[in-house]
């Protein structure tokens, strides 16, 4: 008997659906997969957002801020991380879900001090204020002979000129806003490049976006400060990226390579002005490139060259020449470029906690790229130039100690491409890769083998028939994901005891750079307060914790005594001023100056001494000026003494 419900709607009818077969549920359900990821997101910047309501830091201990936010921060970052890597594990989502965590990654990472500190953090930051305070005021450059060591910073003021028309154009007094959400700002800059760079090697943007994940919580150097470094490394990943993706072997070149070019050394040329380090380390990796098959083009390394060398024989020739000498001395010398010598040693259960959080954390970025790199063949094959430029930064470390930094920048550089191989590890092993697409301009495309890889194995236009079906990484990884995220926090977060200056140390300090004569000299045990460095081009400085440990022992015996000695000799108009704040105690504590005993017993000697008057003084500090002429009388009573015996 046939079936009463017919099969086929009447013509020009419209067709009903047969029963289990209403499209509605399944739209509702395809919609609600689509919006998915807004779940977690929203719930860790909630929880984010609470916990920053909710910070107290009038009072920090060696912990800095781990133990001082609130713990919904830790539960945000949790929610964050696991949304984030259901998010990209899963095939078929857009870009736009996986830039969107990341950014609020950031934010969580580097936005939380500038909301819940008053005052930007870092002495450096504060220094690098005070140098583009110094171009506003001067209103160009000087020489050695004017600013001592600081003319260095007029030698390479690419950064600072910046700045300073930043604050012109802004009509503000100076840069501080702008040091509190720099962190954020170069943070967020750096992504571009970092993603065209690795957009070069695959399609995949599950190891993309896992690999800037990696970046970003692996990046607790803490050079993306208010630093000519933080925009240099930006810089340098554009010229990377440019150099990969537009310069290929000199025989596919296209008609727009003039073009390329210029914009090549548009970018090369402010990291040449800017910073030391950054063009010897782009130089590096250029000549890398240009020994490899697929970007054998020599022009972006002769540019390089012939701007570093131009920029170096003119401008900065005068530290150069000064500083050739120890550069020469410290070649080879490994051993003494990674040393870190005394008042760098982390001192107290915080201080040395910290420290390895933040050891085990680059140990554990560098060991899973080690593992990526070793399991992911067809990826290390077709991304070796990546692999290639990883392993140039190491070489630095046999050059020259950069002020005890070495080690650091050298992390820092290695970074991209660490993290890379470091998010191939996390993900599953899949079969051979799909060809990059043609760009426009550059001919036929490469031959299988050549490109830049699909490493994960996505399914794209190119991929060969037959090819394996993607495979989905497994919830293993999100542990190892977590413990790398949470890691950053205490690697980044917890010195704040060193480096946070509360309002109070800030109007201190300020209120004697202000008011101290011209030509005078600011003592203090060390640079670790805010304005270190205010009006350094006509204040003198004397930091005596930064002197070598048997002149710190010769101050221990004798505190008041013998730094009256070392600073009385201070021509006239200028006065002798000594400096005491939270900032320098924090410092000296947690890197091994002085212990709590030797720091009391130096300020009570200055405190009761006759040659001392208190001058200045509040909870974050005190300011004490010599008394040039009693030491002087005490001094001469001395020496008539002596001749008598």
Not at 373 to 393: F, I, K, S, W
Not at 486 to 511: H, I, N, Q, T
Not at 560 to 573: C, G, I, N, T, V
Request: charged letters at 20%; proline letters at 8%.
């Amino acid at each position: 008997m046939p079936d009463a419900t017919p099969t086929h709607a009447p013509e020009g009818a419209t067709p009903r659906p047969a029963a289990g077969d209403d499209p509605r549920p399944a739209a509702r359900g395809s919609r609600w997969s689509a919006v998915r990821p807004a779940g977690p997101l929203l719930a860790a910047a909630a929880l984010w957002a609470y916990a920053v309501r909710s910070t107290d830091v009038t009072t920090l201990d060696d912990f800095g801020l781990v133990t001082a936010v609130h713990p919904a921060f830790w539960a945000g970052l949790a929610v964050l991380t696991a949304g984030f890597w259901s998010t990209v594990r899963r095939t078929g989502r857009a870009d736009a879900w996986s830039l969107a965590y990341v950014l609020v990654l950031l934010v969580m990472e580097r936005a939380t001090q500038a909301l819940v500190y008053p005052t930007p953090l870092h002495a450096w930051a504060w220094k690098h204020d005070a140098v583009v305070g110094h171009l506003l005021t001067a209103g160009g450059l000087r020489t050695g002979d004017e600013l001592g060591d600081m003319a260095v910073y007029d030698q390479w003021p690419g950064f600072f000129a910046l700045q300073a028309a930043a604050v012109r154009l802004a009509g503000v007094e100076n840069t501080l806003t702008l040091m509190s959400w720099w962190p954020l700002i170069s943070s967020v800059l750096v992504l571009a490049p970092l993603v065209l760079v690795y957009r070069t090697f695959t399609e995949d943007r599950r190891l993309i976006w896992t690999a800037v994940w990696v970046f970003c919580v692996g990046n607790w150097v803490g050079q993306d400060y208010f630093s000519p470094q933080s925009l240099a490394l930006t810089l340098h990943l554009a010229v990377i990226a440019l150099v990969l993706r537009r310069f290929p072997a000199a025989e596919r070149r296209g008609p727009r390579q003039a073009v390329w070019t210029t914009a090549l050394i548009t970018v090369m040329v402010p990291v040449v002005l800017s910073h030391q380090l950054t063009p010897v380390v782009l130089i590096a990796s250029l000549g890398v490139l240009a020994l490899t098959r697929r970007h054998r083009d020599w022009v972006p390394l002769l540019a390089a060259v012939a701007l570093f060398a131009a920029w170096n024989l003119t401008a900065s020739l005068p530290f150069l020449s000064a500083a050739l000498p120890e550069m020469v001395a410290s070649l080879g010398d490994i051993g003494g470029n990674v040393e870190t010598g005394y008042g760098t040693t982390p001192t107290g259960t915080g201080a040395v906690a910290t420290s390895w959080a933040a050891r085990g954390l680059s140990a554990a970025v560098m060991l899973l790229a080690l593992l990526g790199a070793v399991r992911q063949r067809e990826l290390r094959r077709h991304a070796r130039p990546l692999l290639l430029l990883t392993g140039v930064p190491p070489l630095l470390i046999a050059a020259n100690d950069y002020g005890s930094e070495m080690i650091f920048r050298v992390l820092m550089f290695m970074l991209p491409g660490a993290a890379f191989f470091a998010a191939a590890a996390l993900l599953p092993r899949t079969g051979p890769p799909g060809r990059a697409p043609r760009r426009p301009g550059e001919g036929p495309a490469d031959a299988p083998g050549e490109g830049p890889a699909d490493a994960a194995g996505e399914a794209t236009a190119e991929t060969p028939a037959g090819a394996p079906a993607p495979v989905r990484p497994g919830w293993l990884p999100l542990p190892v994901l977590l413990a790398v995220t949470f890691a950053f926090v205490p690697s980044y977060m917890g010195k704040d005891r060193l480096s946070y200056f509360p309002p109070a140390e800030v109007a201190l300090v300020a209120d004697l750079v202000e008011k101290a004569p011209d030509g005078s000299l600011v003592a203090a045990p060390n640079r670790n307060y805010p304005l270190a460095y205010g009006d350094y081009w006509r204040l003198d400085h004397y930091w005596f914790l930064e002197e070598d440990r048997a002149a710190v022992d010769r101050i221990l015996r004798r505190p008041a005594r013998a730094l009256a000695s070392d600073m009385k000799d201070q021509p006239e108009p200028g006065r002798c001023y000594l400096l005491f704040t939270q900032g320098q105690r924090a410092n000296a504590e947690m890197n091994g100056q002085l212990s709590e005993a030797e720091w009391r017993r130096i300020e009570e000697s200055v405190a009761a001494s006759p040659f001392f008057e208190r001058v200045a003084g509040n909870a974050a500090g005190s300011v004490y000026e010599l008394d040039v002429e009693a030491v002087e009388a005490v001094e001469a009573a001395e020496a008539v003494e002596e001749a008598a015996r």
